[in-house]
T-cell receptor, first 118, second 111 residues
Framework: EPEVTQTPSHQVTQMGQEVILRCVPISNHLYFYWYRQILGQKVEFLVS????????KSEIFDDQFSVERPDGSNFTLKIRSTKLEDSAMYFCASSGTSGRPILYNEQFFGPGTRLTVL | AQRVTQPEKLLSVFKGAPVELKCNYS??????LFWYVQYSRQRLQLLLR??SRESIKGFTADLNKGETSFHLKKPFAQEEDSAMYYC?????????????FGEGTQLTVNP
């Protein structure tokens, strides 16, 4: 069964450094998402992406964050200058094949990337 | 604004006992409600959604719009049900398909 994959599984970086988290969504899916979960807190939506552009973003997703689908298979989240409070588990998800309303599509999650900012 | 509340962080029951994981939500429109489960060292996966009105692994959940609740129930808990359970909400088409999660409930089923 196809799965969403994410690399790396764990990333350690110094404050102020740029990081790129990578995701390979399920191949025929059209909608892509990033969520994060700070330790001990709830899973929070960051951004959704459809048709090569951001369709929605949360207040967390500020100018330090960007997303890209560079080659038709990867979906990346870049944090330009990491802060201590960016330490979290980052989940990628994908959903949606053509012909169904967005609302009723199950989101399939990747295993997550644990980002530690020192 | 959309919000999901799961009042119990931890829930412990014995095998064979009934279990109910509570979920309340606030949303001004007609939401779509989901339960996601995360077993130890595994990814988040969909357990069930209210629109399907199905029972998965013996679990059911009924959307009660009057009480704005979507509690997850199982009449006879099994040890393999031990996991983290997240209630989630998705708004109508005008607000897109973002999922808003509750805080999660860690269910432990004891032998």
């Amino acid at each position: 069964e196809p799965e969403v994959t994410q690399t790396p599984s764990h990333q350690v970086t110094q404050m102020g450094q740029e990081v790129i988290l990578r995701c390979v969504p399920i191949s025929n899916h059209l909608y892509f998402y990033w969520y994060r979960q700070i330790l001990g807190q709830k899973v929070e939506f960051l951004v959704s992406f459809y048709n090569n552009e951001i369709s929605e973003k949360s207040e967390i997703f500020d100018d330090q964050f960007s997303v890209e689908r560079p080659d038709g298979s990867n979906f990346t989240l870049k944090i330009r200058s990491t802060k201590l409070e960016d330490s979290a588990m980052y989940f990628c998800a994908s959903s949606g094949t053509s012909g169904r309303p967005i609302l009723y599509n199950e989101q399939f999650f990747g295993p997550g990337t644990r980002l530690t900012v020192l | 604004a959309q919000r999901v509340t799961q009042p119990e962080k931890l829930l412990s029951v014995f095998k064979g006992a009934p279990v109910e994981l509570k979920c309340n939500y606030s949303y001004s429109g007609s939401p779509e409600l989901f339960w996601y489960v995360q077993y130890s060292r595994q990814r988040l996966q969909l357990l069930l959604r209210h629109i399907s009105r199905e029972s998965i692994k013996g679990f059911t959940a009924d959307l009660n719009k009057g009480e704005t609740s979507f509690h997850l129930k199982k009449p006879f808990a099994q040890e393999e049900d031990s996991a983290m359970y997240y209630c989630a909400l998705s708004g109508g088409e005008t607000s897109g398909s973002r999922l808003t999660f509750g805080e999660g409930t860690q269910l432990t089923v004891n032998p």
